[in-house]
């Protein structure tokens, strides 16, 4: 059987012989050595690294990636804790379509925020899923809540992974529009919508990422977990949106 030991520049194995340094559009090995099919390696790559040397231009395009995902990686936080404590400018509230107090998280703001959070709430009307609504925080030290209602998982035939990257870039186009620059997600519709975490994780890190990338208004999100479990469920999502800052460099490209 063939073996395949990795990209010269990532060195992560990919099965699919893409190459890791260039998620969330990787190209093919063959292309990023524009020499070697790394898929199907020649009989003197066996257990060794095969190194070459890089032409200049793909060099100097991983560098800008890796620069471009750093700065990305520099405004994300996960933070283990309860995120109605959080003093910042926004907090995103896991609701429910009719935006009044439910169980988990979405209990829990409008208890710490007070009666004029339902009041605000109930003349917003309806909010469909994967849409966002604002409002004022009240008894909160952060000065808003974004309201986002995140899909019911129903074992995701029903569009649920769309509906939660659309919560995420509504959320974040809404809190652009009110000039918010530091916010923090919970893990929305893993309670009682039952979104598995490590698919929800995953959009989450992507969406946000995806959208910094666009975005120089926002200067900090910061993904609130509530349990042990999910912190380190969002660490292992991290480092996947962001391979480029959690694989090492190879300090030569030649041996
Ligand atoms: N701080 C941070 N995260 C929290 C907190 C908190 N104080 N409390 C809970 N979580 P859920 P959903 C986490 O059920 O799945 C409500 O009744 C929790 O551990 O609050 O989107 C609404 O009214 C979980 O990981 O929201 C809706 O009817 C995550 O927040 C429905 O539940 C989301 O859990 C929404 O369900």
Redesign the pocket.
């Known amino acids: 059987m063939n073996e395949y030991r990795g990209c010269n520049w990532c060195q992560h194995y990919r099965p699919d012989g893409t190459c890791l340094a260039f998620h969330p559009n990787p190209i093919p090995l063959s292309i990023v050595s524009g020499k070697l099919k790394h898929t199907e390696p020649l009989p003197k790559q066996k257990n060794q690294i095969v190194y070459e040397s890089a032409p200049t231009h793909i060099v100097y395009r991983l560098d800008f990636f890796r620069e471009q995902e750093r700065q990305v990686l520099e405004k994300i936080e996960i933070v283990e804790g309860?995120?109605?404590k959080l003093d910042i400018d926004a907090i995103v509230n896991?609701?429910?379509e009719s935006l009044i107090a439910?169980?988990?998280?979405?209990?829990?703001i409008h208890r710490a925020a007070g009666l004029g959070l339902e009041e605000e709430c109930l003349k917003l009307g309806i909010c469909h899923e994967g849409s966002a609504k604002i409002t004022r925080a009240y008894n909160l030290p952060a000065q808003w809540v974004i309201h986002t209602v995140?899909p019911v998982w129903e074992g995701g035939k029903y569009n649920e992974e769309q509906i939660l990257r659309n919560c995420y870039s509504n959320s974040l186009k809404l809190a652009i529009s009110y000039g918010i620059k530091t916010m923090a997600f919970?893990?929305?519709?893993?309670?009682?919508?039952e979104?598995p975490l490590d698919k929800a994780t995953d959009i989450a890190l992507n969406e946000v990422k995806l959208f910094l990338e666009q975005d120089n208004v926002i200067e900090k999100v910061i993904f609130?977990c509530?349990?042990r479990q999910?912190y380190d469920v969002y660490q292992e999502s991290l480092k996947q949106a962001f391979p480029l800052s959690y694989i090492a460099k190879p300090t030569s490209l030649m041996p």
Request: aromatic letters at 12%; zero cysteines; glycine letters at 22%.
């Open positions: 309860d995120i109605t896991a609701a429910n439910g169980g988990g998280i979405s209990g829990a995140g919970p893990a929305i519709s893993t309670g009682m919508y979104f609130v509530f349990e999910a």
